[in-house]
């Protein structure tokens, strides 16, 4: 069955430090996409970024970085030089084509602190 | 603006009684899902359409009903509620399944005493 698994529960960082958030999912299909959410305290989900099974190109967007990783199915998302204002909730989602007929799958989520 | 539109954003009920959250989009997405967020449980699915007069159960349907007459509009309706029922809602919207990024809308914090 699909899963999504984050997991680091909390966890709590000094400015400036860097900090990997892991991410581990289970599919059968062979087509599927794995998103990252950040939910800052205002409570609302912002989309961070979408990847599909066939791209395992990483991705860097600023201070952000992601590695995926079909091996190990692994699709860990890095932050550089960690800044207060990236202290939220953050997620990883997994859609399967067929499996989860597209609808998105949620791993438990991993509170980031960063401390000044 | 365009987006997903929830209302209301925060509401108390009382064990038993009834009350439907709306969830609207102006994108023309076919697709649209209702999620509860619970702490440390992350989102999970409760129903969804994949459009006007199709609905089907996602992992935590028990206790809601949802109805799709237009493509615009995808409520959620508590017929008697409990406090179990005690979540976030939040409701998604996408062009299709899977794929492309889902559009959120910001909430509705629900409390049943």
């Known amino acids: 069955a699909q899963k999504v698994t984050q997991a680091q529960t909390e966890i709590s960082v000094v400015e400036k430090e860097d900090v990997t958030l892991d991410c581990v999912y289970e599919t059968r299909d062979t087509t599927y996409y794995l998103f990252w959410y950040k939910q800052p305290p205002s409570g609302e989900l912002v989309f961070l970024i979408r990847?599909?099974?066939?791209?395992?190109q990483n991705e860097i967007s600023g201070r952000y970085s992601w590695n995926f990783q079909k091996s190990t199915s692994s699709f860990n998302f890095t932050i550089t030089a960690s800044q207060v204002v990236d202290s939220a909730v953050y997620f990883c989602a997994l859609s399967e084509a067929v499996g989860s007929q597209g609808n998105l799958i949620f791993g438990k989520g991993t509170k980031l602190s960063v401390k000044p | 603006n365009a987006g997903v539109t929830q209302t209301p954003k925060f509401q108390v009920l009382k064990t038993g009684q009834s009350m439907t959250l709306q969830c609207a989009q102006d994108m023309n997405h076919e697709y649209m899902s209702w999620y509860r967020q619970d702490p440390g449980m992350g989102l999970r699915l409760i129903h969804y359409s994949v459009g006007a007069g199709i609905t089907d159960q996602g992992e935590v349907p028990n206790g809601y009903n949802v109805s799709r007459s237009t493509t615009e509009d995808f409520p959620l309706r508590l017929l008697s509620a409990a406090p179990s029922q005690t979540s976030v809602y939040f409701c998604?919207?996408?062009?299709?399944?899977?794929?492309?990024?889902?559009?959120f809308g910001s909430g509705t914090r629900l409390t049943v005493v």
């Open positions: 998604a919207s996408s062009y299709w399944q899977g794929g492309y990024g889902y559009t």
């Open positions: 990847r599909n099974s066939f791209d395992e």
